[in-house]
């Protein structure tokens, strides 16, 4: 029996994750068929990653400008080292335009991601982020454009090129046997990150 470490994940895990990423409402059952694994090695994959906390949820992805909110800004603060971290984390959890914020090194003490529907918006949401107690100051950058979305799949197959099925580090072999666009996906090739389509006959 062969035992791996606990933050690795192997090929068969990997094209797991991509299938549900493709397809979230994708069965347990179906997924075991379009994997060519068995019904439980794939609900056991699954259990394993949800308590490791390699797969955390199942939501859709939403676009907040598909909702209006266009503008996307990241905010620098500063704040009384006194009071801490935590009840400004708390503060800002309270305003919806705030979609991330972490601990940083350097100049500033906290990062926010927020979005805004204008720019005179985003106005309001900075207002309301300096006015949280413990806020001393707060630098603000508009992003113009997206150049890489937030993506996790490639991360997902560099993290799984290193391990084969077995755990040894040799290539792994995934047979996907639903048809994709007329093709049959074949074999998973992690150090490359891609699958090798083979037509149906």
Excluded: W
């Amino acid at each position: 029996m062969t035992t791996r470490e606990p933050g690795s994940i192997d090929p068969l895990d990997a094209a797991l994750i991509e299938l549900l990423a493709a397809e979230p409402r994708v069965g347990v059952l179906e997924a075991s068929r379009r994997l060519g694994a068995a019904r439980g090695t794939v609900q056991a994959r699954l259990d394993r990653m949800r308590d490791r906390g390699v797969i955390t949820g199942y939501g859709p992805e939403v676009d907040p400008a598909a909702l209006g909110y266009e503008v996307t800004a990241f905010i620098t603060l500063e704040i009384r080292q006194a009071g801490g971290h935590d009840p400004v984390a708390e503060r800002l959890a309270a305003i919806p335009e705030v979609l991330e914020a972490h601990t940083i090194t350097g100049t500033g003490d906290m990062l926010c991601r927020v979005v805004a529907r204008t720019n005179a918006d985003l106005q309001r949401v900075l207002d309301a982020i300096v006015s949280a107690q413990g806020v001393v100051r707060a630098s603000t950058v508009i992003s113009l454009a997206t150049q890489v979305s937030y993506r996790i799949l490639p991360l997902v197959r560099a993290a799984s090129s290193s391990r084969g099925t077995d755990g040894s580090g040799r290539r792994g072999h995934i047979g996907l046997k639903a048809p994709y666009g007329g093709m049959n996906v074949t074999d998973l090739d992690p150090a490359r990150g891609d699958l090798t389509l083979i037509r149906s006959a």
